[in-house]
C-alpha cells in the first residue's frame, strides 16, 4: 500500500515550447533527499511527456497542460494531462525513426507507467524512492 502523500506540486502550463523548461523547473520546489540521479530521471521524463503533449495533442499552441507532482515516502508520481484524446501506448516508434522516442524513455526508466485516454488524456509515471539505481540514466549513457 502506498505511503500517504507529503508533497503535492500542482502546475498549469500553456503548451508550446517553453512549457517543458518551466515543468522541469518546478523540481526545484521538492524537499528533501533523493536517492543519486532521480530528480535527473524526473526532469529526463517530465520533459519527454510536456513536450509530447504540446506537439501531439489536439489541444494546440497556448493551451493549457496540466502538471502534477505527487511524494511520498516511497514514490513519486507524476502526471501530465492534457486536452488530446489519447493514444495507444503500445504504438511506440519502429527502429530508425529519428522522433517519438519520449515514451520509450519514460517506458525504460520509469518503474511503472500508464495512459489514461480520453479528455483529458493523462500519461503518468512512477518512480520508487528507494530503488538500488546507482546513477540516473543519463549518468549511464554518458
Known sequence: MN???TEK????LRSGPGAPRQARRVLDRLTGDFRPGLLEDLRL???ELVTNSYR???AGPGKRIELRIEKRAD???VEVCDAGIGFDPDNLPAAGVVSGWGLVLVRRIADRWGV???TPCCVWFEMDAS???AE???EKQA
Open 131 to 133: 530503488s538500488e539505481r
Open 116 to 118: 489514461v485516454s480520453g
Open 136 to 138: 540516473s540514466y543519463i
Open 75 to 77: 514514490t513519486l508520481r
Open 56 to 58: 501531439h495533442a489536439t
Open 9 to 12: 506540486i500542482d502546475l498549469e
Open 3 to 5: 505511503s500517504p502523500v
Open 45 to 47: 521524463l517530465i520533459s
